[in-house]
């Protein structure tokens, strides 16, 4: 069993050196690292290319449109996604393996907490698996991949490909692929276990943004697919 990772970028050139660093320091190695630039102006590239990955590049300007042109390309039947301002682990592939060995699964994903704020990093463990339950009584039981955490098969992205939204603003990309998976019969794990940090930049930077129109798209995904 082998595992493509895919990091999407948009001028990442400070967060992506912390991210790439954590993915090659796994305890069982990646099968292949692919960065996937998504028109940046900055070193981004060449920062993913001295650590060795296999940079790709998506002219659509979008988290979706870097997301599928990265899980096309992935070479292996595992396809682990994480944004670039994620540090992952270092048994996060030793986890991803031993979940798809040991689980009749077709995605798996987990929690994330925010590890460059002091005040949500002391918190690290019991919001992050909180708010994954709460969220689930909205998504009335059915589980979801969390995008910095995302793993799927490369058999049921070929599933699910042509049915995912493209358009960024009408849906959460992450939630709007779990419910095409669930759409096609497609399992999806929860590893409480398989934990990762993030920035909370967006929070800092857009908390309107964060608080307001991340919930209203959560509204317009489950919307979206009830079509």
């Not at 270092?90 to 907490?113: Q, Y």
Request: charged share 30%; hydrophobic share 40%; glycine share 4%.
């Amino acid at each position: 069993m082998k595992v493509s990772v895919v990091v999407p970028a948009f001028n990442e050139e400070k967060y992506i050196g912390k991210c790439l660093t954590s993915i090659f320091r796994q305890e069982v190695p990646a099968d292949e690292v692919i960065v996937v630039n998504n028109n940046s102006s900055d070193e981004t590239e060449s920062i993913a290319r001295s650590f060795g990955a296999r940079v790709i590049r998506e002219k659509v300007q979008g988290m979706t449109p870097a997301r599928n042109r990265g899980f096309n390309s992935a070479k292996y039947e595992i396809i682990a996604r994480c944004d670039s301002d994620t540090v992952v682990p270092e048994n996060w592939i030793k986890i991803i393996k031993n979940d798809f060995r040991k689980g009749n699964i077709d995605a798996l994903t987990g929690p994330i907490f925010f590890n460059d704020s002091e005040i949500l990093k002391s918190t690290k463990t019991i919001p992050a698996d909180l708010a994954y339950k709460s969220f689930r009584l909205i998504a009335r039981g059915r589980k979801y991949l969390i995008g910095p955490n995302m793993i799927i098969t490369k058999k049921i992205w070929d599933q699910v490909k042509n049915l995912v939204e493209m358009d960024d603003k009408k849906v959460h990309e992450d939630i709007d692929l779990s419910l095409k998976i669930a759409k096609v019969g497609g399992r999806i794990k929860y590893d409480q276990s398989l934990i990762v940090g993030m920035s909370a930049r967006r929070i800092k930077k857009h908390p309107q943004s964060f608080f307001l129109e991340y919930p209203v798209r959560i509204v317009k995904t489950f919307m979206a697919n009830k079509k």
